[in-house]
T-cell receptor, first 118, second 111 residues
């Protein structure tokens, strides 16, 4: 089945550090990947849509200069949390669908990255 | 806007059937999904159903879809303690092709 690998799984770092999270589709190509954020005991909220070869589309209220997204290939999208602060501590999860028909294929999720900023 | 609602908690005894319910608002959703999340882990796709289907069965899992009422349910037969997790209902109606998730139902299975 389709596998999405997310790395790292857990990050603890000091305030002010920039953190990069990778999302890879291992056995399929993904034109589009999604980045979600999940606060404790809450649902997943879409942060941004990552499109291969073009700029990401950010949801309202998500700072694009704070959360940098790069989708340089059909199998890799990265999310960089710049100058992270304690309020950025959260669980970040990426997902990807096979092929171009993103509405017609189930999304497969990575295992998530738990980010803790001290 | 799109909205997905589900009850927050469900408690069952081991061996019983569990039924988790979900309602959604976007009638144009092509697919509806059930994901499982264990503590500290990512989301595992359990099953999904195409919007023109009424039912889908996969081993212990049965998904029922009432498109008229926009109601989706997940039935887990012979529930085991390993089924304890949070179950998210999701629909594919996001403006970017993303999924819209419910808040999740925490299933507790008592021995």
């Amino acid at each position: 089945g389709a596998v999405v690998s997310q790395h790292p799984s857990w990050v603890i770092c000091k305030s002010g550090t920039s953190v990069k999270i990778e999302c890879r589709s291992l056995d399929f190509q993904a034109t589009t990947m999604f980045w979600y954020r999940q606060f404790p005991k809450q649902s997943l909220m879409l942060m941004a849509t990552s499109n291969e070869g073009s700029k990401a589309t950010y949801e309202q209220g998500v700072e694009k200069d704070k959360f940098l997204i790069n989708h340089a290939s059909l199998t890799l999208s990265t999310l960089t949390v710049t100058s992270a602060h304690p309020e950025d501590s959260s669980f970040y999860i990426c997902s990807a669908s096979i092929g171009h028909l993103i509405g017609n294929q189930p999304q497969h999720f990575g295992d998530g990255t738990r980010l803790s900023i001290l | 806007g799109e909205d997905v609602e589900q009850s927050l908690f469900l408690s069952v005894r081991e061996g019983d059937s569990s039924v988790i319910n979900c309602t959604y608002t976007d009638s144009s959703s092509t697919y509806l999904y059930w994901y499982k999340q264990e503590p500290g882990a990512g989301l595992q796709l359990l099953t999904y159903i195409f919007s023109n289907m009424d039912m889908k069965q996969d081993q212990r899992l049965t998904v029922l879809l009432n498109k008229k009422d926009k109601h989706l349910s997940l039935r887990i037969a012979d529930t085991q303690t390993g089924d304890s997790a949070i179950y998210f209902c999701a629909e594919s109606g996001g403006s970017q092709g993303n999924l819209i998730f419910g808040k999740g139902t925490k299933l507790s299975v008592k021995p």
